[in-house]
């Protein structure tokens, strides 16, 4: 089981991303998938869930209206759009899988990890 993330980068404040989690060793067929973001010396904060079975998601108050969660049909890859960026959005960004399939953002229900990738919001 391997959960890879990219499409992090550079970005002017206001400008847009698409964060992928690519997932290897299963289909996340009935698993929740999240997505996670963490400042150095700061703790990791989860930021979107969605439930694989019934597409149904949870955003934290610092991301809501800006973020959009979603996968493919497949169920082989998570995406996270990231839109109307500000410079606290500034972090490495981690998705992770949930068996339970339950709409969690507390980073303690989650254990895979994949290496991350890193968002930078800068003039």
């Known amino acids: 089981v391997q959960l890879v993330e990219s499409g992090g980068g550079l970005v002017q404040p206001g400008g847009s991303l698409r964060l992928s989690c690519d997932v290897s060793g299963f289909s996340f067929d009935d698993y929740a998938i999240a997505w996670f973001r963490q400042v150095p010396g700061k703790e990791r904060e989860g930021i979107a869930v969605?439930?694989?079975?019934?597409?149904?998601?949870e955003y934290a108050d610092s991301v809501k209206g800006r973020f959009t969660i979603s996968f493919n049909d497949a169920k082989t890859t998570a995406y996270l759009q990231l839109n109307s960026l500000k410079p606290e959005d500034t972090a490495i960004y981690y998705c992770?899988?949930?068996?339970?399939?339950?709409?969690?953002?507390?980073?303690?229900?989650?254990?895979?990890w994949g290496q991350g990738t890193q968002v930078t919001v800068s003039p």
């Open positions: 969605i439930s694989s079975s019934d597409s149904t998601t």
């Open positions: 992770d899988a949930d068996y339970a399939n339950l709409l969690r953002l507390d980073p303690t229900d989650y254990g895979l």
